[in-house]
C-alpha cells in the first residue's frame, strides 16, 4: 500500500479523517501524509486592503501549529 493522504483544515469532519487515516496507516504499515492547502485568492489584494504576504504568513503559521497537534 502506498501513503496514505489526509487533508486537514482544524475542522471536525476533517479530525475524524485524520483518525481513520491514521488507523489505515498503522494497520497497513504505510506512511501517513497530512495536507493543508491555502485556497487561490479570487479577490486583488489592493481591494481588501490585506497584504499576500500577510496572508501567507499566517496561513503558514496555523498550518504549522495545526500539524504539530496532529503529530
Known amino acids: 500500500m502506498g501513503p496514505v493522504l489526509v487533508g486537514c483544515d482544524g475542522s471536525q469532519p476533517a479530525g ?3 483518525e481513520w487515516g491514521a488507523r489505515a496507516a498503522e494497520r497497513f504499515e ?3 501524509h497530512l ?3 491555502v485556497a487561490p485568492v479570487l479577490m486583488p489584494m489592493e481591494l481588501t486592503g490585506y497584504a499576500l504576504g ?3 504568513q499566517e496561513h503558514q503559521a496555523w ?3 495545526l500539524l504539530a497537534s496532529l503529530r
Do not use: G, S
Open 16 to 18: 475524524r479523517a485524520f
Open 30 to 32: 504505510a506512511p501517513l
Open 35 to 37: 495536507a493543508y492547502v
Open 54 to 56: 500577510q496572508m501567507v
Open 63 to 65: 498550518a504549522e501549529t
